[in-house]
């Protein structure tokens, strides 16, 4: 019946010269709820590893690596401090993006109408720090109307920002129209944005730019669905955990979300610590083939102490991993030399168009600050890769690495820090409610719980009568045609002599 409507109306949409829209192949149909979300108490996510965490603990994150979740837990403890200093460094807290770029792969405009949504963008040139200067920075590779708004800049010497794409590269990289943003001044929290939009872009990333995850797939499709899934629970971590109460109007960890999300499913876990050694294997890599010490951030020789210092820290990122395993810590990881052994040159660059696709998706996102940390994310997992299966060490001089990229991956790996260090928050949380529903449920008397029984049996009932009142139209409708089917029978002459009239009064309830 629907599909004969469709069809009568856009014939007549023909006939007076109008133009249906155009479907969305993206249009979403209003899922239901995750069952999670109706769960009343704790106990109820029985799903969860929190129900038996030491057992957690002590498994390895899947099959490709050698590494615990415990492992992980406490070198992450250890790198916590060192993350969260070299974040707040002048060089690594400011990005350079372009927020204005149109999705490519729809049509449709939206915006976020939450304060928290917005990004308060660097638009005076002498709020940035001394490193970011123009005197530090150099040439600066940007579109003339920038230049326009920078003075004093000498467009000789050697550039601080360079955003050049290459073949080389596992994501988009902004070139032209960018701003800058303080990502500190700028957090990745929830902002209200959500909804059929979110679930939209999220639908893309799998659907369309994902392999679809099974046991008939090859390994480097497995791992590009652990790369987005663990990307996706990192980010669903960094919202729950700042979670805008509505109450007190303050940001704080929200349980019950995170449960729904992320935390009543063990297999989105591990693909977020798999993602954390994904991204240690690539600093590793840097480290063990030098590329640190070519590496130039800046030109100005003012800088330079501050510039070896930065690099020391760099190197700090991957001292508890050596101090955990020792010379094995390469292969304990991750090892890449698993993917691409066919050397199958149309596999590779079909992965890295997949991901670089991801990474366009972000420019469909229309809450601007959800759309900033996207891209400093996918662009830290897009170095990573490149880092992993770029880097080999038998020839490395047309290896490069953009300053925009050190950014991203450093900032990128704070996040998944400060997810896993969210996630022992979340059991300790979790261990809280359930003693405090296990004292309830003893200090419950016996009498109120029947009381709650009858209340509940008073309720079905009611429920059960109001139910069958809303019958009452349709039997009535029934009736009454039985009774004109009938004496229209008998009118025309056709109904047999021996039918019972009594059926016509008789309603079944």
């Known amino acids: 019946m629907r599909i004969h409507a469709l069809a009568c109306l856009g014939l007549l949409a023909t006939v007076f010269g109008l133009e249906l829209p155009e479907s969305n192949h993206l249009r979403l149909q209003h899922p239901s709820p995750p069952p999670q979300l109706l769960y009343e108490t704790y106990h109820e996510f029985q799903g969860s590893p929190f129900t038996n965490y030491s057992e957690f603990l002590r498994e390895p994150i899947n099959d490709t690596t050698g590494v615990t979740i415990g492992q992980i837990d406490s070198i992450n403890k250890a790198l916590r401090p060192v993350l969260e200093s070299l974040t707040h460094e002048n060089f690594f807290k400011i990005y350079r993006l372009n927020l204005f770029k149109e999705c490519p792969f729809w049509d449709g405009e939206g915006f976020c109408m939450h304060r928290s949504c917005a990004v308060d963008t660097i638009d005076d040139w002498e709020d940035l720090p001394l490193i970011w200067q123009p005197e530090a920075l150099g040439k600066l590779e940007s579109t003339a109307h920038e230049r326009d708004h920078i003075p004093n800049v000498d467009l000789d010497d050697e550039t601080c920002i360079d955003a050049i794409s290459t073949n080389d590269n596992y994501c988009e ?46 390994v480097e499709k497995q791992f590009f669905y652990k790369v987005i899934s663990g990307m996706h629970s990192s980010i669903s971590t960094h919202l729950t955990n700042e979670f805008l109460d509505l109450d007190t109007k303050e940001y ?10 992320v935390g009543d499913f063990p297999d989105r876990l591990q693909n977020m610590y798999f993602n954390y050694i994904l991204i240690a294997k690539a600093l590793l890599k840097l480290d063990q083939f030098h590329v640190l010490d070519d590496f130039t951030l800046c030109q100005d020789p003012e800088l330079a102490q501050k510039e070896s210092a930065l690099k020391d820290d760099i190197r700090s990122l991957v001292a508890p991993f050596h101090d955990q395993f020792g010379s094995d810590s390469y292969a304990r990881l991750f090892d890449e030399r698993q993917l691409f052994q066919d050397d199958t040159i149309s596999l590779k660059d079909e992965f890295k168009e997949r991901f670089r696709n991801v990474s366009r998706i972000m420019d ?11 891209k400093v994310q996918t662009t830290g997992y897009g170095t990573a890769m490149k880092i992993l299966f770029e880097l080999d060490g038998a ?7 953009q300053k925009t990229e050190l950014i991203a991956l450093i900032n990128t790996f704070d996040r998944l820090s400060k997810s896993i260090s969210a996630v022992g928050r979340f059991q300790d949380l979790y261990s809280t409610e359930i003693v405090r529903e296990n004292i309830d449920l003893q200090a419950t008397p016996k009498t109120q719980n029947i009381f709650k029984q009858e209340l509940k049996n008073v309720y079905d009932a009611l429920l059960f009568v109001m139910k069958a009142y809303m019958q009452i139209p349709r039997m009535g409708y029934n009736w009454l045609l039985i009774r004109t089917i009938y004496y229209w029978n008998k009118l025309i002459g056709v109904v047999r002599e021996d039918f019972d009239e009594s059926r016509l009064y008789h309603i079944d309830l």
């Not at 392999?211 to 090859?218: K, P």
């Not at 020839?395 to 690495?401: G, H, I, M, R, W």
């Open 364 to 374: 469909c996102v229309h809450c601007d600050r959800c759309r900033l940390w996207g």
């Open 173 to 218: 990289i902004d070139e032209d129209d960018c701003v800058y943003v303080n990502l500190v001044d700028n957090p990745e929290r929830f902002t209200g944005y959500g909804g059929e939009q979110s679930l939209q872009i999220w639908k893309a990333i799998y659907n369309e730019n994902c392999f679809q995850f099974g046991h008939s797939q090859c």
């Open 395 to 401: 020839d490395n001089s047309s290896f490069t690495l």
């Open 252 to 261: 704080g960890p929200n349980l019950k979300q995170f449960m729904v999300k």
